[in-house]
């Protein structure tokens, strides 16, 4: 029986109620074509303000639908024209739910609307991560990330920005999968109310599917219109998972060749006896500050004014670069990457790595006979991980006892950190020691930077209450450099105050900065700096082929982070054999 209450021209519905002609006791209203209801005419409200609302509706959902999936996780490819696809998951959706009845088509579109909310969830957090820190998100590696996350915000920006943070996250992860559900639920409703034309329509789209497959049409460059983005992520999704289930036993093979393992200390490092060496990373250093028409005239003269002025001072110098473990963010697998010669480049990496007893440059130091220490600004709590890098003395904020106000995510300044080493480790009479320190002015967000003071003048901090500070918008590619600019500038100043034969200072950047500075397609490399007053350390590396100066040009050798271990001891030490046996 015809419905007197259906609109002209609609296919026959999906729904066998639907189909009814109501009886006198039947008060409900029928579907329209958009999935909203039809008003009689004369009811409240009028027809016409519901059919616009329940197409406003639909369209919305079958954007947000659209959205899960064939959003790219790259920014790189976020642009209008990466969502003129053709998602061969949807069509193949379509035409399952247009097979089955009403209720397994609801359960159906239910769970594939779940499961799709889900994909978009990761799709935000890959867009997320690709911003950051270059990559896609790992479902086995990067859980530690979200809390590392939140400890950034509560150290830079206050524990109300941490808990808004979170609340924020927490409301869209599940928000995000209701909403894809609902709008999946919707799209079969109504697509089951015109079951003609949506199976005509859905053939269409997969004839068109087929031939821009075969074609492989592009609207966009790289971005082929036949789109299979789900399948894709989901095969990818499970490679990745594998690999990260498999990570211990690929690290177990590594470090299991250790050429370096059972050198005994007389035989390591012989080269630097006797002097004080240094390994300073520079927060966020990266190519960018060297090579960026925005950034390097300033800090290029920075580097080549030092380069003057440490060479009049009888100081050497050489610099290359190095392709880091990571960029954005993730500092500390940089520091574990350059320490242990084994790439580490996620969390479970790490973690595996530094539950290792695998020998590190500063359990070489050690072993070797130099006193060794951390020295970490931003320290406020245990941390276990030290011990794989075999410190004497670990020197966090506590220790550093730092008196003046905070300054990049809420550490003392750089003059304060390095002043601070050297009256506790390089006091006269002291034994030769290795240290390792992270300098944070340069960390995200680059806040406010103090002028340099004396170093006489330097204190508990609190003589940095009063000095002028070189400000700036910390997400700026102005604030970037002007922090970068005090970094080098104290080390360089460091070096003319305490420097001796007996000090060697290597210099490099953990990692590039985030991608709203560098652009996209920078890459990973860091710049890298060794500075000697005596010869003899220099002549070691001369075969490295590094540039003189501290100021590596585009045609410096490139290395990647996790050779520089066995070079470096090959290089202040006798080359060891392979262990037998």
């Known amino acids: 029986m015809t419905d007197p209450h259906r609109p002209a021209g609609a296919d026959e519905p999906g729904d066998g109620a639907a189909t009814q002609t109501p009886g006198p006791a039947d008060t409900s209203t029928p579907a329209d074509a958009t999935g909203g209801n039809v008003t009689p005419a004369g009811g409240p409200g009028g027809r016409r303000p519901r059919r616009v609302a329940a197409t406003t509706v639909t369209a919305l959902a079958a954007a947000l639908v659209l ?74 590696a990067d859980w530690t990330f979200l809390g590392a996350g939140a400890e950034f915000l509560s150290e830079s920006y206050g524990r109300a920005a941490e808990l808004g943070a979170v609340a924020l996250v927490v409301v869209a992860v599940l928000a995000v999968p209701v909403l894809v559900t609902l709008s999946v639920r919707r799209l079969a409703r109504v697509a089951a109310d015109h079951r003609r034309a949506t199976a005509r329509g859905t053939g269409a789209l997969a004839a068109a599917w087929i031939a821009c497959a075969v074609l492989g049409v592009q609207v966009v460059p790289g971005v082929p219109v036949a789109a299979n983005t789900v399948a894709t992520g989901v095969y990818d999704r499970a490679r990745q ?39 300073t990373f ?21 580097l080549d004014e030092g380069t003057r002025r440490l060479g009049a001072a009888g100081y050497g110098s050489r610099s290359a670069f190095l392709t880091s473990s ?74 550093l ?45 680059w806040t406010p930077v103090p002028d340099l003071v004396d170093w006489d003048d330097v204190g508990d901090g609190s003589v940095f209450a009063g000095t002028p500070r070189d400000g700036g918008d910390g997400g700026t590619r102005e604030a970037y450099r002007r922090s970068v600019v005090y970094t080098l ?70 290395w990647p982070m996790e050779s520089f271990r066995d070079r470096f001891l090959r290089a202040f030490g006798p080359q060891p054999g392979r262990p037998t046996g």
Not at 258 to 270: F, I
Not at 282 to 301: C, I, K, T
Not at 355 to 383: I, Y
Not at 411 to 436: I, K, N
């Open 241 to 279: 998972v594998r690999a990260g289930l498999n990570d211990k036993d690929v690290l177990d093979t590594q470090l299991a060749v250790d050429r370096y393992r059972e050198v005994p200390g007389d035989r390591l490092l012989t080269a630097l006896r006797g002097k004080d060496v240094l390994f």
């Open 326 to 399: 990571t960029t954005g963010g993730g500092s500390w697998l940089a520091h574990a990457t350059l320490m242990s010669g084994i790439r580490a480049d996620n969390q479970l990496r790490y973690t595996n790595l530094v539950r290792s007893d695998h020998l590190t440059l500063n359990g070489a130091f050690k072993r070797a006979g130099w006193r060794t220490s951390l020295v970490m600004p931003a320290l406020t709590r245990a941390w276990p991980e030290a011990d794989f890098f075999a410190p004497d003395t670990v020197y966090g904020a506590k220790e």
């Open 67 to 140: 959205t899960a999936l064939v959003a790219p996780t790259d920014v790189d490819r976020l642009t209008p024209g990466a969502f003129l696809r053709i998602p061969v998951e949807g069509l193949i959706a379509m035409a399952l739910l247009l097979s089955l009845p009403v209720t397994p088509r609801r359960v159906a579109a239910t769970l594939l609307g779940a499961l799709l909310g889900l994909v978009l969830v990761l799709t935000i957090t890959d867009l997320g991560f690709s911003l950051v820190l270059d990559r896609r998100f790992d479902l086995v």
């Open 401 to 445: 006892a730092y008196r003046g106000p905070l300054f990049s995510f809420s550490s003392p300044p750089d003059q304060y950190t390095l002043s601070a080493f050297q009256r506790r480790e390089r006091g006269p009479g002291h034994p030769p020691v290795m240290a390792e320190i992270p300098l944070l002015s340069s960390h995200l967000p």
């Open 489 to 558: 500038s104290t080390l360089i100043s460091y070096v003319e105050r305490y420097g001796d034969e007996n000090l060697v200072l290597v210099f490099l950047g953990d990692h590039q900065p985030t991608r709203a500075i560098t652009g996209d397609g920078a890459g990973r490399d860091v710049p890298i700096t060794i500075v000697a007053k005596d010869p003899a350390v220099l002549d070691r590396i001369s075969g490295w082929g590094w540039q003189d100066g501290l100021n590596p040009d585009p045609q410096a050798p490139v």
């Open 282 to 302: 520079v927060e966020s250093y990266g190519r960018v500050a060297v090579e960026h028409p925005e950034l390097a005239p300033r800090v290029d003269a920075v």
